[in-house]
């Protein structure tokens, strides 16, 4: 079946970085657009950053000038580069593939957790 695998998250300090890593399989996965959302405890899953199966990025304002998409279709894997992290970076960070062609068909990566400490 269909695999999201994250990798990468961890515990760093405010102001560290950190390289999200999502890998998939058994998807065509140069036509999927591929995002990373977050969920904080309590909170609902909001949406990080995408790209699209043409490259064009997106991101949420809380994010803009530190993190950065990309993706190698070669290796069909995403990446988020995190870099000034703040505290309210927080969160199970999870990894999407959607493609749209008269419906939706989407999948989830198990999440993976990001801890920054003040």
């Known amino acids: 079946q269909v695999q999201l695998v994250e990798s990468g998250g961890g515990l760093v300090q405010a102001g560290g970085s950190l390289r999200l890593s999502c890998a998939a399989s058994k998807i065509i996965f140069s036509i999927f657009d591929m995002g990373w959302y977050h969920q904080a405890p309590g909170m609902q899953r909001e949406l990080v950053a995408k790209?699209?199966?043409?490259?064009?990025?997106n991101y949420a304002d809380s994010v803009k000038g530190r993190f950065t998409i990309s993706r190698d279709n070669a290796k069909n894997t995403v990446y988020l580069q995190m870099n000034s992290l703040k505290p309210e970076d927080t969160a199970v960070y999870y990894c999407?593939?959607?493609?749209?062609?008269?419906?939706?068909?989407?999948?989830w990566g198990q999440g993976t957790q990001v801890t920054v400490s003040s």
């Open positions: 790209i699209t199966s043409g490259g064009t990025t």
């Open positions: 999407n593939a959607d493609f749209w062609q008269g419906r939706s068909t989407t999948y």
